[in-house]
C-alpha cells in the first residue's frame, strides 16, 4: 500500500503545473541619433558623458579644463568641459568631431555611431 500511495504522489507532482522560469533582463535599446545631437551633449557632465558613451579614448587635463576623446568606428569626438563661473561641476561646453585624416565630420552623426558601437 505505501508503494502505491508513494507512487500516486509522484504521480500527481508530476502533473502540477511547473513555475514559469524568471523573465530574462531585457537590455535597454540603444539611444537614436536624436537623443544625441551635438547640442545636447554641451552642458553634460563628465560622469554623464561616460554614461552615454562608455569609457573615454582620451582624457587630457590642463588647469580648469578638461578634454574627453571617445572613438567611433569611423570618428572621433572631442568633448571639452569647463567649471561654470560660479564654480561646480566642469561641463561641456565645446563638441568637435573629426575622421581618421583630421576632417571635420558631423558631431551629431559622430555621436550617434559611438553609442551603436
Do not use: W
Not at 78 to 98: C, F, N, S, W
Amino acid at each position: 500500500m505505501r508503494i502505491l500511495v508513494s507512487v500516486a504522489i509522484l504521480f500527481v507532482a508530476a502533473c502540477a503545473p511547473r513555475p514559469a522560469p524568471a523573465p530574462t533582463p531585457v537590455a535597454p535599446t540603444p539611444a537614436g541619433p536624436a537623443q544625441h545631437d551635438h547640442r545636447t551633449v554641451n552642458g553634460m557632465t563628465a560622469g554623464e558623458l561616460i554614461q552615454h558613451f562608455g569609457k573615454p579614448r582620451l582624457q587630457i587635463v590642463e588647469g580648469d579644463g578638461t578634454k574627453l576623446q571617445f572613438a567611433g568606428p569611423n570618428c572621433l569626438l572631442d568633448v571639452y568641459l569647463y567649471p561654470p563661473t560660479g564654480g561646480g561641476a566642469a561641463r561641456a561646453t565645446l563638441i568637435e568631431a573629426r575622421n581618421a585624416q583630421g576632417n571635420e565630420v558631423s558631431a551629431q552623426g559622430c555621436a550617434a555611431a559611438i553609442e551603436k558601437r
